[in-house]
């Protein structure tokens, strides 16, 4: 397995309708499969799909700012480019 083809994998469970307990047992199972072949998941991956869920829970963006940046020790100016790519996804409709 190429990191790409994990990479591609996770973003495309974004796109996903299944119930989010189900998303969330897929996106380990990835996770794991990836890990026992030498791979760990993007953390850019990962930063903009927390983004995404705290935008899901309709936090402000001022606190996911500030929670990307207190959770992954990044900066202001990465925080806001992942915000930008989190905005991008479409919500899921519930």
Known sequence: MRADVLSDLLAKLNECTAAPDVIAEFRKIIEDVGASHGLAVPLQ??????????FDGRR????????????????????????????RIVPKVR
């Open 60 to 87: 402000p963006r001022t606190e996911v700012r500030d929670r990307l940046i207190a959770r992954f020790s990044i900066g202001e100016s990465q925080a806001y480019r992942d915000i930008q790519s989190a905005l």
């Open 45 to 54: 991956v990962q930063r903009v799909d927390f983004a995404r869920q705290l």
